[in-house]
């Protein structure tokens, strides 16, 4: 007999993450290493896929060393070749991935000026990228009762308009799309998806821009009615605040929760 899934299916409206594969596109920075973080604490094995190989390394060499069951693969979402080795080359003790987290993304931010070349840097890897990593992690998953979730990255900018935003707002637009679609075609095999969409996160990328364009530190900015003050919460989110909705969204007590989106934006979406 073979079988793909070396686990009990997860009981219904628990947690069920503990000793489980998971893998995170984008995972070696900002909100996808705070997602490893959690689901390392979650008991999870996790494999990182990143095109860093700088920040992909020095972030799993930290987690191995406080004693977690982290994998890396540095390679492009784009390339399928990549993603395919990346998923066969894991540790053969660990189960086969149930849990799929796909972060990585194209940031460009262009307006209507936008070359066929900053689309393609745009939508590549959100769009392009997001279907390889699905299809991969899918492909290795029993079709049926494979009791699995993926969580897309979206964004407050999936849901609104923002001027010179254009490529960067239709990348993630069409997040919203995808995995209502995926949704619909996987749930049949017992694979979840949802989507979340977080308003601005305060991570080295943030800081950053805030500093050196705005010359805002993090509570300026905060203070300040068109940066921290249009969320209703006032503030920033840690990147943490991002990964604990992730996890329960991957998790068995959002079992009955597929094709949706997770606004998680200090209630910026609801006014
Ligand atoms: N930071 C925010 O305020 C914010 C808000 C809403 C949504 N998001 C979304 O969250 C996700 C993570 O953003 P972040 O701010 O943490 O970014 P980040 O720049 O801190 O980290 C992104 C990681 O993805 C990797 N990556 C980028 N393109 C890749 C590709 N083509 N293939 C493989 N790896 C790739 C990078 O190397 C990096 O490690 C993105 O999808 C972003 O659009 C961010």
Known sequence: MTTTASRETTPRGTRGLTGRTAVVTGGAQGIGAAVVERLCAE?????????????????????????HAVALAVGDVTDADALAAAFSGLPADWPTPTLLVNLAAGFVFKGIEATASDWHAALDPTIIGLSLATREFVSRLPERDADAAIVNMASISAHIAQSGYLTYNTGKSAVLGFTRCVAQDLAPRGIRV???????VWNANNERYHKEALGLDRATAEAAPEHG??????RFADPAEVAAPI?????????????ADLPVDGGYLAV
């Open 43 to 67: 008991g999870c094995r996790v494999l990182v896929y990143d095109k860093s190989a700088e920040h992909g390394e020095s972030a799993v060499a930290r987690w191995r060393g406080q004693g």
């Open 194 to 200: 949802n989507s979340v969409s977080p308003g601005t």
């Open 229 to 234: 003050g249009k969320f209703l919460l006032g």
């Open 247 to 259: 996890a329960f969204l991957l998790s068995g007590e959002a079992s009955f929760v597929t094709g």
